[in-house]
């Protein structure tokens, strides 16, 4: 191929589109000037998408990412368009979720002088990122966007950050493109002992009581089909993790609900009561297992997961599966003997029964007294079929929604889970809609964390962008509150919201909206949000001071959840 | 759980902030590192960390596989003080009048295996290379006689017993396996 003498710019968004990548979402600034200008010239090829803010560019490159399993790409300026990412990429990292920041840098020559807006982008990033680098020189260019790609996609995905010096946006150099799919000192998928899968086979053909964690990683993975096989031929019932809610379809015969703090209660007791448990792509994460010290002591332990460093981090195991579950689900499934479990299965109905008698009825069919969160959510998710992504903000919203939600689709669910990042839901929503068009996105969101990221309602507007926003207003910075009841005394230390006029507020952005504050008004709400052909903001007045349950004490134990408080 | 002596042998791309991202794995575990020496290693173009640190035994690992997990990080392992040879250098700068007006320093310094390179009218300075305990023991022994002015240690440098040189192997593994992979999408 003929080389072509062109700028470090120009080279960026070469590469990005050699990448296949076809929209960013961004903001310009100094230091990134001479990108913008170059990106100017590709925009019939590159939909770039001006957020309000760059934290929101760094979120809705996570939705985008979360929903497509295509990496979600940014372009901010240098200093603080810089360190507004931040949020985005520890909330990527820890969720892992495949992301590339690039970022505008001051000139080499004046890096280290505390020049006008210089962060040492990359030492603020290490820590947080998996993979953080700074472009020096435009020749580096198509290496540096190959190898992040490559690193964000790859293996465990996560987010990768470009720090790109502004003299290598406008010098020039003989671009060729450059792809990458090897970096020796980087094992992306880790290989599994032949006798891993044997031992794991021998514990679960020899178990009576077989139960499975599902987490993300059987959606980062594309496994969906490979667990399903796997759990069948087995017979195994499974829970789900917040992030691996769509892994398995809600109504699946073998999907005994949600693991967890606010999970159901029927996977959290028998997670205490199984001879084998199998977690699939989970890390064990402190609101899964509660106190681990007394979680599943009783059970075999079989991990499979594409993180070595995720063995034995939390909980000790007793056979380790690494690689990609793809792989390892089908490798694993050919040598398990068919079996059936019925009275086990069978033994998850009484805490089925008695969490919808004790929590569920009251929370999703109430006949009186102020509307429930879950009820909003059930109605939405039935609306739509079950066909829905659902897009959460951080807080009662975010279980509560989670919770009552249906997922009939892989990669439905989008919540911020390991970092609880609130802002997230609404710059999340938006970059679902690009990820995935043809979905009706639902993004629930509470009064305090739409407020966190309300100017994003500007980018909705520009871009017309179909987000049906369900705010669950109930004028308390809800789970705080709920954790002061319980934990604190009543003693409400500033989670009182006074609130805005968000009617009109959608209305000077020119996004339909409505109000509910009765039952009898919600369905016709929602039917007038879904049939809206575009953006749409329905504003649920909910019960305020609702809680959400059942729940495991931070620190309690996994079957002993509280189903009142 | 008890804790011990360990040390770690990470190498790397040689690249600029890696030890930034290789100590912060010690940093947010609250592990204090004892000694830390970095240099070049073996082949060319990857670096050698070698960091001694007390901590117990599940933790350790757990370190070892975070640092692994850094992209430039080609291999981390740990060891205990049977698996490796290792050694410290120390020097210490004394008072040339009070080595020369008391011979039991001079004793002890070749009692100690170690050796002067260093003599002018106001100080002379001893090198001694060993074992930690033998570097502090001289030094406590020479503190007693009141000749030191200056004391200084490295880092230790570790060697291991093993017969097997695990990062060649490694990189020539992945090249293989890399090559294989290229040839197989080639077909």
């Keep these: 191929m003929s080389k072509e003498r062109i700028t470090g710019a120009e080279a960026l968004m070469r590469s990005l589109e050699h990448q296949g990548v076809t929209t960013l979402f961004g903001y310009p600034g100094g230091s990134i000037m001479p990108a913008f200008d170059a990106l100017y010239g590709h925009r019939q090829t590159l939909n770039h998408i001006l957020v309000r803010h760059e934290q929101a560019a760094a979120h ?46 001051v000139g080499t020559s004046f890096l280290g002088s505390d020049a006008f807006q210089e962060v040492d982008l990359v030492g603020v990033t290490q820590p947080i990122s998996k993979w953080s680098y700074q472009i020096r020189r435009a020749e580096d260019v198509p290496m540096a966007v190959a190898k992040a790609f490559y690193i964000a996609r790859s293996g465990r995905p996560g987010p990768v950050v470009l720090d790109f010096a502004k003299n290598a946006q406008v010098e020039m150099f003989d671009y060729e493109p450059v792809d990458i799919d090897y970096v020796r000192s980087y094992v992306p998928v880790p290989d599994t002992d032949e006798a891993a899968f044997d031992e794991a086979a021998r514990l679960i053909n020899a178990a009576r009581r077989p139960f499975a964690l599902v987490g993300q990683g059987v959606e980062l993975g594309n496994a969906q089909e490979e667990l399903l096989a796997f759990l069948e031929k087995a017979d195994i019932p499974c829970g789900t993790t917040l992030l691996g809610l769509s892994a398995i379809p809600t109504d699946h015969r073998l999907n005994k609900g949600m693991l967890g703090m606010h999970g159901n209660l029927g996977p959290n007791v028998k997670t205490n009561e199984c001879d084998v448990l199998i977690a699939v792509g989970m890390r064990f994460d402190d609101r899964v297992t509660g106190n681990v010290e007394t979680y599943a002591r009783q059970a075999k332990i079989i991990h499979l997961d594409i993180d070595p460093a995720e063995i034995n981090k939390n909980v000790k195991v007793d056979v380790a599966v690494p690689g990609d579950c793809k792989h390892t689900l089908r490798c694993l499934t050919d040598r398990l003997c068919e079996a059936k479990h019925n009275d086990w299965i069978d033994s998850f109905k009484p805490y089925e029964e008695q969490e919808f008698a004790r929590v569920i009825e009251q929370e999703v069919y109430p006949q009186e007294g102020p509307l429930k969160m879950g009820e909003v959510a059930r109605a939405v998710s039935e609306a739509t079929g079950n066909q829905a992504v659902l897009v959460t903000d951080v807080g009662q919203n975010q279980m509560l929604s989670a919770r009552y939600f249906k997922y009939s689709r892989k990669r439905s669910i989008v919540t911020s889970g390991g970092l609880g990042t609130m802002g997230f839901g609404l710059p999340a929503a938006i970059g679902a809609t690009f990820g995935t068009p043809e979905r009706t996105v639902c993004a629930f969101m509470g009064d305090g964390g739409l407020q966190m990221s309300i100017q994003e309602l500007g980018t909705i507007m520009e871009q017309r962008s179909p987000v049906k926003i369900i705010l669950l207003n109930n004028n308390y910075l809800g789970n705080v509150r709920q954790w002061q009841a319980m934990f604190f005394g009543r003693r409400y230390s500033f989670t009182p919201m006074l609130n805005p006029d968000y009617m009109k507020i959608a209305e000077a952005y020119g996004i339909p909206s409505r109000v509910v504050e009765r039952r009898e008004d919600l369905a016709a709400g929602i039917e007038a949000m879904l049939a809206a052909d575009g953006p749409f903001l329905l504003e649920v007045a909910v019960i305020e001071e609702g809680n959400v349950l059942p729940m495991t004490p931070p620190g309690g134990t996994v079957d002993e959840m509280l189903l009142e408080c | 759980m008890e804790k011990k002596l360990y040390t770690l042998i990470v190498y790397s791309e040689n690249i600029a902030g890696l030890l930034n991202q290789v100590t912060a794995v010690f940093t947010r575990r609250q592990i204090n590192i004892e000694s830390l020496n970095v240099s070049a290693s073996s082949i060319q173009g990857v670096h050698k960390y070698t960091i001694t640190a007390w901590t117990d035994g599940e933790t350790i690992v757990k370190v070892v596989r975070q640092i692994e997990k850094k992209i430039e990080v080609i ?40 050796s002067i390179v260093e003599v002018n009218p106001v100080y002379s300075i001893v090198k001694k290379t060993g074992m930690s305990d033998e570097i502090t023991a001289l030094n406590s ?44 999408n080639n077909l």
């Design chain 2, 141 to 184: 022994e020479l503190q007693s006689l009141g000749c030191v002015l200056q004391f200084v240690r490295s880092g230790r440098v570790a060697i291991t017993k093993s017969c097997v040189e695990r990062v060649n192997e490694f990189l020539a593994e992945r090249e293989a396996k890399h090559l294989n992979n290229k040839h197989i």
């Design chain 2, 75 to 114: 291999q981390a392992h740990y060891f205990t003080d049977d698996e490796i040879f290792y050694h410290e250098i120390a020097l210490y700068k004394l008072s040339t009048p009070k080595l020369e007006s008391d011979a039991y320093i001079s004793k002890v310094i070749r009692r100690y295996g170690a």
């Design chain 1, 60 to 105: 809705a490159a996570e939705g985008y990412a979360r929903v497509s399993g295509r990496v979600g790409v940014c372009l901010v300026t240098s200093g603080p368009g810089a360190t507004n990412t931040v949020t985005g990429i520890a909330d990527a990292m820890i969720d892992s979720t495949p992301i590339v920041v690039i970022a505008g840098q």
